[in-house]
């Protein structure tokens, strides 16, 4: 199915706040959009709003590639982003990241096997005062975690599953 | 403000345009700022940060406004910080430093810094040898590296963009070229950036990768071995390589190339060809080639069917003679008939046509132009002439392209129109059906394929918007093709584009006038000569005694029918063609690689090519085999190209004044390219050996009325098959490019779909179709732009298809296995 097919409200919604000559700037939308079910962008995705934007698909796929927010590979439900740069790793991110990854039983950048958390490190998220400190994207958005704990974490997870179930 | 600045740099005074850059302007004065990611055809993108330069400018007294002078100079306040010269405009007084120590620091870190990323594989890197990064480490960069060995960059080496190009990941330094390339200059962006930082890789998401028929000259402007083309990686390495200057003889834009060749032990220590290169020529292709002319350029003068030797039908089968036999007998036989009948193509040179001419003029034979595209006696008088250059039309200019897609059929002429409508020249496109310039178009018109006369004669009318539009403009050319149409079709069409540029004055004078979107390098300059077609060739090859063909295959491309009388036929040839099989003797030509010549281009510039490699078997120019003959018929001719011009000047108007010296004359070109200084350019060469020479404006008084109806039009309910040109086809001149072979794929129709609805067929159904009793089996593509009532055919693709025609299609049942 394509994207339109599957969400024609949204689509037309998107496209109908850009002017016409102007409607590659829905590009960026669409892409949120695209990623909202499977936590990635797919490429026939990809193709579908180059088609509809009159944009190569090279041109949407190098959005893809240029914002980190933009997945191109199936991962766990919730992708969990831990900062571990500078500023963060002297408030004990590497820790805080070493701990959950053991909680979960999963090595950095892995999946658990429900499918359901990847945790990943990632660079400044520009909260560097309230590491250690996650970002994950669910359905509402971005959501920023701050002085966390893996006790803090464990349960929000939970809290995910429950509300998943 | 003034429009001209004077600028100092490395203490040489220069005065140039406000506005320049300062790495352009150092240029000018031979100062060579090392750059990478700045072309002078791509603008800057400061990616490099490699031009780094130290900028001083006066320092200005606020009461006075003048400068503040120190000893009678002005003083000059430097900037704190270097500069990159490729984004730094000039400015009155400036003092540029690029050799000053700092300068000279600046650069030198840049470059270590790159070259920790960087795989120094120069060995195995087919840039070697002429690599802007390898000969800017040479000239500015450290001896030796300070990062650590083990903490070097991998990436992945042998990544295919598509078929036609390959990616090194190790050694893309992201200096974003190639990206801005596909963006700004070819209009497809089908490359792009992928991730960012050290993870940044080239991508390519099209279908087929990397689709765009300018991909390889992103090879060229590579400074880097990371992007190469499959058909020379591995291929030799630049040094071993001699240059000769060559025109691309695969359309009518008649790019300038260079040909490298080297002599290798894998060919049997022949000298052979191994790359076709872009050569400089500001007035044609400026500094590219499309992919055909690069990847098909050479291929097919090195089949292994070419023709080795003279040979004669005896007893229906082919024996080899001397040439002295073979010349005895074709001048025997030209003369023992009646009213012998010379066909001859644009595959020709202009000195092989003029000696044609003359020994066609002894013999009192008739000539003929092998080709289905007429109007090319008005191109002669309404055609571009001297002093014409694409480049110069712009704001308040039009141009206008009718029944020809041009991408596929003069890549260049697409890619300079699309910059002319960038600078603001209207583009009108007329066509009937949706073709990839029109997206640049200021104006779309669609006919329906059997208007298209009526169509331009329509505009033509006093009160139509485009003949205001035309009467308004300061320049109007033309470009008019034969999609849909016949010989007489397209050369009605030519009549009322001429009317249109006659009655609004635009013609006779530079930039202005008609084009001929031919098929073939050459057939500008077969008309220009007086060769011209006969509508019905099948007349001819019935009732003639004898039919001398030259570089032209009518049996193969279904142009005649041999029937058991037929006419005693001489082909004169390059390979095995269908007609060559038929032939009674057979005269083997050399390739244009092997000797010497010139072609007029649609633009009609007379343009010179260069012998690259030795001949292949007993093979002679074609303008030697006519003189030799000749001289059996006691008629002298040149055998010298450069003396059959001088001939050919002297006897044909428009050729007045050229001559092999002036059509070599070269004049300094801005950018200004240099294989030394390949940093700036690209690997592109420059051009030492001439920029060729327009011909002179006829003089014309009166214009043939136009005549004529358009093409066929599709019958109610009944389909009507269009042939139309693509850029990659199984013609022999492509198909014998081993690299093309996918993008020439399979036979493809296309139709409407409400057209396949009506009919049965669905998108990807398998047909056979038959056509003026030939047929072949395609894959049907079901295209919304194609107008209903049509079946796109393309042209050499297996299907003989000459004219439109009533097609007959049933579907290929599928074998049922089991
Ligand atoms: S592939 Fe070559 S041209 Fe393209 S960004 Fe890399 S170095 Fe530059
Ligand atoms: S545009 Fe035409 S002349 Fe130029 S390289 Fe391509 S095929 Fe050759
Ligand atoms: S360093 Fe972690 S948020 Fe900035
Ligand atoms: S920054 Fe000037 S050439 Fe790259």
């Known amino acids: ?165 | 403000m003034t429009d001209r600045v004077t600028l100092t740099i490395d203490g040489k005074q220069v005065t140039v345009p406000a506005g320049m850059l300062v790495v352009d302007a150092a240029k000018k004065v031979a100062v060579h700022i090392p750059i990478f990611c700045y072309h002078p055809k791509l603008g800057s993108a400061a990616m490099c940060r490699q031009c780094l330069v130290e900028v001083g400018r006066p320092i200005i007294d606020h009461a006075t406004g003048h400068p503040e002078l120190e000893d009678g100079f002005p003083r000059i306040q430097f900037s704190a910080k270097l500069e990159t010269a490729c984004t730094t405009l000039v400015s009155e007084g400036m003092v540029v430093l690029t050799q000053s120590e700092r300068a000279r620091k600046g650069q030198k870190e840049v470059l270590e810094f790159l070259l920790t990323s960087h795989p120094l594989d120069c060995p195995i890197c087919d840039k070697g040898g002429e690599c802007p990064l390898q000969n800017l480490t040479m000239a500015h960069g450290p001896g030796k590296s300070r990062f650590l060995f083990d903490e070097k960059h991998h990436a992945e080496k042998q990544v295919p963009l598509g078929e036609l190009i390959f990616l090194d990941r190790e050694r893309c330094i992201q200096c974003g070229r190639c990206v801005r390339f596909q963006e700004n200059v070819a209009g497809e962006p089908v490359i792009g950036f992928y991730q960012r930082g050290r993870s940044m890789d080239i991508v390519s998401f099209s279908e087929p990768g990397f689709d765009s028929v300018f991909s390889g000259n992103t090879t060229d402007i590579c400074p880097v071995g990371a992007l190469t083309t499959a058909d020379f990686r591995f291929g030799a390495r630049p040094w071993e390589l001699m240059a000769a200057a060559s025109i691309c003889s695969q359309c009518a834009v008649g790019c300038n190339t260079t040909l490298n060749t080297r002599r290798e032990a894998r060919s049997d220590g022949q000298i052979v060809v191994k790359r076709v290169m872009p050569r400089q020529n500001e007035q044609v292709n400026e500094l590219w080639i499309c992919d055909k002319g690069r990847f098909a350029g050479y291929h097919y003068t090195e089949r292994d069917d070419r023709l080795l030797k003279p040979q004669v039908r005896r007893d229906d089968k082919f024996r080899s003679v001397s040439w002295d036999a073979a010349f005895l007998q074709a001048a025997e036989k030209l003369q023992d008939a009646e009213k012998p009948v010379f066909l001859v193509s644009g595959r020709l040179s202009n000195e092989d046509l003029f000696n044609l001419l003359q020994l066609a003029d002894g013999l009192g034979a008739e000539t003929l132009l092998y080709t289905n595209m007429g109007g090319g006696d008005l191109t002669g008088m309404v055609g571009l002439t001297s002093g014409s250059n694409l480049a110069d039309l712009g704001l308040g200019d039009v141009i206008l392209v009718v029944a020809s897609d041009l991408q596929e059929e003069a890549p260049l002429w697409w890619l300079r129109i699309k910059q002319a409508a960038e600078r603001g020249a209207m583009l009108i496109v007329v066509n009937p059906r949706e073709t990839k310039l029109e997206k640049h178009a200021d104006y779309v018109v669609r006919y329906a394929y059997g208007d298209e006369i009526k169509t331009i004669q329509d505009m033509n009318k006093a009160t139509h918007k485009i003949h205001k539009v035309f009467a308004k403009a300061a320049n109007a050319v033309i470009f008019y093709g034969s999609e849909g149409l016949g010989l007489e079709g397209s050369s009605g069409l030519a009549g009322a584009c001429t009317s249109l540029l006659v009655d609004t004055g635009h013609y006779a004078r530079p930039n202005n006038g008609l084009v001929g979107v031919w098929q073939r390098a050459n057939d500008q300059g077969a008309w220009e000569l007086g060769f011209r077609p006969v509508k019905d060739l099948q007349v001819i090859f019935d009732k003639s005694e004898v039919v001398y063909i030259v570089g032209a295959d009518p049996v193969g491309d279904g142009a005649v029918r041999l029937k058991k009388r037929k006419p005693f036929m001489i082909v004169q040839e390059l390979l095995s063609t269908d007609t060559v099989g038929h032939a009674d003797l057979v005269l083997p030509a050399r390739a244009f690689t092997e000797r010497e010549g010139t072609y007029t281009s649609g633009e009609r510039r007379v343009q010179r090519f260069y012998q690259a490699v030795p001949p292949r078997g007993e093979s002679r120019p074609d303008y030697e085999i006519v003189a030799e003959i000749a001289a059996r018929l006691d008629t002298a001719l040149e055998r010298e190209p450069g003396l059959v011009m001088d001939q050919l000047a002297e006897h044909i108007p428009a050729f007045g004044g050229i001559s092999y010296l002036k059509v070599s004359e070269v004049v300094e070109q801005w950018p200004v390219i240099n294989r030394s200084e390949l940093f700036y350019g690209g690997a592109v060469y420059e051009n030492t050996q001439g920029l060729g020479m327009q011909l002179r404006p006829a003089p014309v008084t009166s214009f043939p009325v136009s005549k004529g109806k358009g093409g066929l039009r599709p019958k109610e309910g009944l389909l009507l098959a269009v042939p139309v040109n693509k850029l990659y086809d199984q013609g022999l001149t492509v198909l014998s490019a081993p690299l093309l072979r996918e993008r020439i794929g399979e036979l493809k129709v296309c139709m409407n779909p409400d057209e396949a609805d009506r009919l049965g067929f669905e998108n990807g159904a398998r047909l056979r179709i038959g056509l003026n009793g030939n047929n072949a089996k395609a894959l049907l593509v079901v295209d919304p732009t194609v107008p209903s009532g049509i079946l796109l055919v393309p042209r050499s693709m297996g299907l003989p298809i000459f004219e439109a025609g009533m097609p007959v299609l049933s579907k290929v049942r599928k074998k049922v296995t089991g």
């Open chain 1, 1 to 165: 199915m394509t994207l339109i097919e599957k969400y024609p409200q949204e689509v037309k919604q998107i496209l109908a706040r850009y002017p016409q000559d102007q409607k590659r700037s829905a590009v960026m939308p669409l892409l949120y959009l695209a990623q909202r079910e499977n936590g990635f962008v797919h490429r026939r995705d990809m193709k579908d709003i180059g088609a509809m934007l009159d944009i190569t698909e090279t041109d949407v796929a190098s959005l893809v590639g240029f914002y980190s927010l933009y997945h191109d590979e199936p991962a766990g439900r919730l992708r969990i982003q831990v900062c571990t740069d500078l500023s963060c790793a002297l408030r004990g991110a590497d820790d805080f990241l070493a701990a959950l990854c053991e909680s979960l039983g999963v090595e950095p950048g892995g999946t658990t096997p429900d499918g359901l958390v990847t945790v990943e490190p990632v660079m400044c998220l520009a909260a560097c005062d309230k590491a250690p400190l996650f970002q994950v994207q669910t359905g509402a958005g971005l959501e920023y975690h701050e002085r966390m704990t893996i006790e803090k974490t464990l349960e929000w997870i939970e809290s995910r599953k429950e509300a998943a179930s």
